[in-house]
Protein backbone atom coordinates (compact mmCIF):
# COMPACT_ATOMS: atom_id res chain seq x y z
CA UNK A 1 0.00 0.00 0.00
CA UNK A 2 1.74 3.07 -0.91
CA UNK A 3 -1.17 5.54 -0.08
CA UNK A 4 -0.88 7.86 3.25
CA UNK A 5 -2.19 5.85 6.10
CA UNK A 6 -3.52 7.12 9.37
CA UNK A 7 -4.08 5.57 12.60
CA UNK A 8 -6.58 4.94 14.55
CA UNK A 9 -9.41 5.80 12.30
CA UNK A 10 -11.44 6.60 15.11
CA UNK A 11 -11.01 7.57 18.47
CA UNK A 12 -13.70 8.40 21.71
CA UNK A 13 -11.57 10.19 24.29
CA UNK A 14 -12.80 11.61 28.15
CA UNK A 15 -12.00 14.93 28.45
CA UNK A 16 -9.10 15.70 29.63
CA UNK A 17 -7.17 12.90 28.29
CA UNK A 18 -4.06 12.53 25.93
CA UNK A 19 -4.42 11.45 22.41
CA UNK A 20 -1.83 10.28 19.93
CA UNK A 21 -2.35 9.95 16.70
CA UNK A 22 -0.40 8.64 13.83
CA UNK A 23 0.24 9.32 9.88
CA UNK A 24 2.48 7.45 7.87
CA UNK A 25 3.00 9.44 4.31
CA UNK A 26 3.73 8.33 1.49
CA UNK A 27 7.77 7.03 1.39
CA UNK A 28 9.26 9.27 -1.15
CA UNK A 29 7.20 12.28 0.23
CA UNK A 30 9.66 14.71 2.23
CA UNK A 31 6.56 17.17 3.47
CA UNK A 32 3.94 16.19 5.65
CA UNK A 33 0.92 17.84 6.85
CA UNK A 34 -1.70 17.84 9.50
CA UNK A 35 -5.07 19.56 9.58
CA UNK A 36 -8.24 19.59 11.07
CA UNK A 37 -12.08 19.83 9.62
CA UNK A 38 -14.87 19.65 11.28
CA UNK A 39 -18.33 19.84 9.76
CA UNK A 40 -19.47 21.83 6.82
CA UNK A 41 -15.83 23.61 6.91
CA UNK A 42 -12.56 22.66 4.58
CA UNK A 43 -9.49 21.23 6.15
CA UNK A 44 -8.04 23.84 8.35
CA UNK A 45 -3.84 23.87 8.42
CA UNK A 46 -2.24 23.00 11.48
CA UNK A 47 0.94 22.57 11.13
CA UNK A 48 3.72 21.01 8.66
CA UNK A 49 7.41 19.58 8.39
CA UNK A 50 10.05 19.19 5.93
CA UNK A 51 11.59 15.82 6.23
CA UNK A 52 12.05 16.37 10.03
CA UNK A 53 12.18 19.85 10.62
CA UNK A 54 8.74 21.76 11.90
CA UNK A 55 8.76 24.34 9.84
CA UNK A 56 5.38 26.42 10.62
CA UNK A 57 2.78 25.65 13.06
CA UNK A 58 -0.88 27.83 12.91
CA UNK A 59 -1.14 30.36 15.52
CA UNK A 60 -4.44 28.69 16.06
CA UNK A 61 -2.87 25.43 17.24
CA UNK A 62 -2.71 25.85 21.19
CA UNK A 63 -0.13 24.64 23.12
CA UNK A 64 -2.17 21.30 23.92
CA UNK A 65 -1.09 20.22 20.87
CA UNK A 66 2.32 19.18 19.80
CA UNK A 67 3.34 16.86 16.41
CA UNK A 68 6.53 15.47 15.82
CA UNK A 69 8.74 14.03 12.55
CA UNK A 70 11.03 11.80 13.91
CA UNK A 71 13.69 10.98 11.12
CA UNK A 72 11.48 12.36 8.69
CA UNK A 73 9.39 9.38 8.41
CA UNK A 74 6.43 8.91 10.36
CA UNK A 75 4.43 11.82 12.24
CA UNK A 76 2.57 11.82 15.53
CA UNK A 77 -0.17 14.61 16.67
CA UNK A 78 -0.98 14.72 20.31
CA UNK A 79 -3.15 16.29 22.11
CA UNK A 80 -3.21 16.93 25.65
CA UNK A 81 -6.03 17.52 27.99
CA UNK A 82 -8.93 17.14 25.25
CA UNK A 83 -11.61 19.20 25.57
CA UNK A 84 -14.59 19.07 23.61
CA UNK A 85 -13.98 21.51 21.08
CA UNK A 86 -11.32 19.42 20.04
CA UNK A 87 -13.77 17.16 18.54
CA UNK A 88 -13.04 17.08 14.67
CA UNK A 89 -11.44 14.77 11.69
CA UNK A 90 -7.66 15.43 11.47
CA UNK A 91 -6.23 14.81 8.13
CA UNK A 92 -3.10 14.19 7.50
CA UNK A 93 -1.29 14.73 3.55
CA UNK A 94 1.52 14.04 1.95
CA UNK A 95 3.83 15.18 -0.85
CA UNK A 96 7.02 16.26 -2.90
CA UNK A 97 8.99 19.20 -2.32
CA UNK A 98 8.13 21.58 -4.67
CA UNK A 99 5.19 24.34 -4.78
CA UNK A 100 2.15 23.55 -6.85
CA UNK A 101 2.69 19.20 -6.17
CA UNK A 102 -1.02 17.76 -4.79
CA UNK A 103 -1.16 17.15 -1.46
CA UNK A 104 -2.28 12.90 -0.94
CA UNK A 105 -4.35 12.53 2.29
CA UNK A 106 -4.94 10.02 4.51
CA UNK A 107 -8.79 8.96 5.53
CA UNK A 108 -8.41 10.70 8.46
CA UNK A 109 -8.67 9.98 12.74
CA UNK A 110 -12.09 11.01 13.86
CA UNK A 111 -11.55 12.32 17.60
CA UNK A 112 -14.87 12.19 19.55
CA UNK A 113 -14.15 13.90 23.07
CA UNK A 114 -17.06 12.83 25.28
CA UNK B 1 -10.63 36.17 7.90
CA UNK B 2 -11.52 33.72 4.98
CA UNK B 3 -8.63 33.73 2.30
CA UNK B 4 -10.64 31.16 0.28
CA UNK B 5 -14.18 30.82 -0.38
CA UNK B 6 -16.83 28.77 -2.10
CA UNK B 7 -20.37 30.75 -2.24
CA UNK B 8 -21.91 27.68 -2.84
CA UNK B 9 -22.32 24.92 -0.31
CA UNK B 10 -24.39 23.08 -2.71
CA UNK B 11 -24.89 22.54 -6.53
CA UNK B 12 -27.00 20.05 -7.82
CA UNK B 13 -27.16 19.62 -11.89
CA UNK B 14 -28.55 16.98 -14.35
CA UNK B 15 -26.25 13.81 -15.73
CA UNK B 16 -24.62 15.35 -18.89
CA UNK B 17 -25.28 18.64 -18.51
CA UNK B 18 -22.54 21.41 -17.06
CA UNK B 19 -21.69 21.72 -13.32
CA UNK B 20 -19.40 24.95 -12.59
CA UNK B 21 -18.01 25.22 -9.13
CA UNK B 22 -17.13 28.58 -8.22
CA UNK B 23 -13.84 29.82 -5.68
CA UNK B 24 -12.91 33.24 -4.70
CA UNK B 25 -9.46 34.29 -2.88
CA UNK B 26 -8.36 37.19 -1.44
CA UNK B 27 -4.21 36.86 -1.19
CA UNK B 28 -2.42 37.73 -4.72
CA UNK B 29 0.44 35.55 -3.08
CA UNK B 30 -0.90 32.49 -4.00
CA UNK B 31 0.68 30.87 -6.69
CA UNK B 32 -1.34 27.75 -6.91
CA UNK B 33 -4.88 26.54 -7.08
CA UNK B 34 -5.86 22.76 -6.36
CA UNK B 35 -9.29 21.40 -6.58
CA UNK B 36 -9.99 18.60 -4.22
CA UNK B 37 -12.93 15.95 -4.43
CA UNK B 38 -13.74 14.41 -1.26
CA UNK B 39 -15.99 11.04 -0.91
CA UNK B 40 -17.81 10.61 2.78
CA UNK B 41 -15.41 8.72 5.04
CA UNK B 42 -12.16 9.25 3.01
CA UNK B 43 -9.50 11.99 2.77
CA UNK B 44 -9.71 14.75 -0.39
CA UNK B 45 -8.65 13.09 -3.96
CA UNK B 46 -6.75 15.78 -5.96
CA UNK B 47 -8.27 16.46 -8.76
CA UNK B 48 -6.95 19.33 -10.81
CA UNK B 49 -4.42 22.55 -10.10
CA UNK B 50 -3.53 25.14 -12.05
CA UNK B 51 -0.58 27.63 -12.06
CA UNK B 52 -0.52 31.52 -11.02
CA UNK B 53 0.66 31.98 -14.60
CA UNK B 54 -2.07 30.19 -16.94
CA UNK B 55 -5.55 31.27 -17.13
CA UNK B 56 -6.40 27.62 -17.86
CA UNK B 57 -6.35 24.02 -17.41
CA UNK B 58 -7.91 20.50 -19.00
CA UNK B 59 -7.88 17.17 -17.72
CA UNK B 60 -10.60 15.17 -19.51
CA UNK B 61 -14.08 15.99 -18.60
CA UNK B 62 -12.67 18.50 -16.22
CA UNK B 63 -11.20 22.26 -16.73
CA UNK B 64 -10.14 24.67 -14.21
CA UNK B 65 -10.04 28.38 -15.32
CA UNK B 66 -8.55 31.27 -13.32
CA UNK B 67 -8.85 34.93 -13.63
CA UNK B 68 -6.54 36.45 -11.51
CA UNK B 69 -7.57 39.94 -11.92
CA UNK B 70 -10.35 38.69 -10.40
CA UNK B 71 -9.12 36.37 -8.46
CA UNK B 72 -11.59 34.01 -9.32
CA UNK B 73 -11.37 30.29 -10.02
CA UNK B 74 -13.85 27.61 -11.29
CA UNK B 75 -14.31 23.97 -12.22
CA UNK B 76 -16.33 22.86 -15.14
CA UNK B 77 -17.19 19.30 -15.12
CA UNK B 78 -18.89 18.42 -18.34
CA UNK B 79 -20.41 16.13 -19.06
CA UNK B 80 -21.56 15.45 -15.39
CA UNK B 81 -21.80 12.03 -13.96
CA UNK B 82 -23.48 10.65 -11.08
CA UNK B 83 -20.09 9.00 -9.77
CA UNK B 84 -18.56 12.91 -9.81
CA UNK B 85 -21.06 13.70 -6.95
CA UNK B 86 -18.82 14.23 -3.98
CA UNK B 87 -17.99 17.32 -1.94
CA UNK B 88 -15.26 19.44 -3.92
CA UNK B 89 -12.75 21.46 -2.24
CA UNK B 90 -10.85 24.46 -4.03
CA UNK B 91 -7.28 25.53 -2.56
CA UNK B 92 -5.05 27.79 -3.01
CA UNK B 93 -1.27 27.42 -2.34
CA UNK B 94 2.13 29.14 -1.57
CA UNK B 95 4.97 28.36 -0.59
CA UNK B 96 3.77 24.88 -0.42
CA UNK B 97 1.05 25.32 2.36
CA UNK B 98 -2.77 24.97 0.71
CA UNK B 99 -5.46 26.97 2.38
CA UNK B 100 -9.13 25.66 1.42
CA UNK B 101 -12.26 26.63 1.19
CA UNK B 102 -15.03 24.81 2.82
CA UNK B 103 -16.55 22.94 -0.04
CA UNK B 104 -19.37 22.61 -2.52
CA UNK B 105 -21.36 19.12 -2.40
CA UNK B 106 -22.15 18.41 -5.86
CA UNK B 107 -25.36 16.47 -6.56
CA UNK B 108 -25.72 14.58 -10.26
CA UNK B 109 -28.66 13.49 -10.58
CA UNK B 110 -29.33 10.58 -13.28
Known amino acids: DTGVSQNPRHKITKRGQNVTFRCDPI?????LYWYRQTLGQGPEFLTY????????KSRLLSDRFSAERPKGSFSTLEIQRTEQGDSAMYLC????????????FGQGTRLTVV | DQQVKQNSPSLSVQEGRISILNCDYT??????FLWYKKYPAEGPTFLIS?????DKNEDGRFTVFLNKSAKHLSLHIVPSQPGDSAVYFC?????????FGDGTTLTVKP
Open chain 1, 93 to 104: ASSLLGGGTESF
Open chain 1, 27 to 31: SEHNR
Open chain 1, 49 to 56: FQNEAQLE
Open chain 2, 27 to 32: NSMFDY
Open chain 2, 50 to 54: ISSIK
Open chain 2, 91 to 99: AASYAGKST
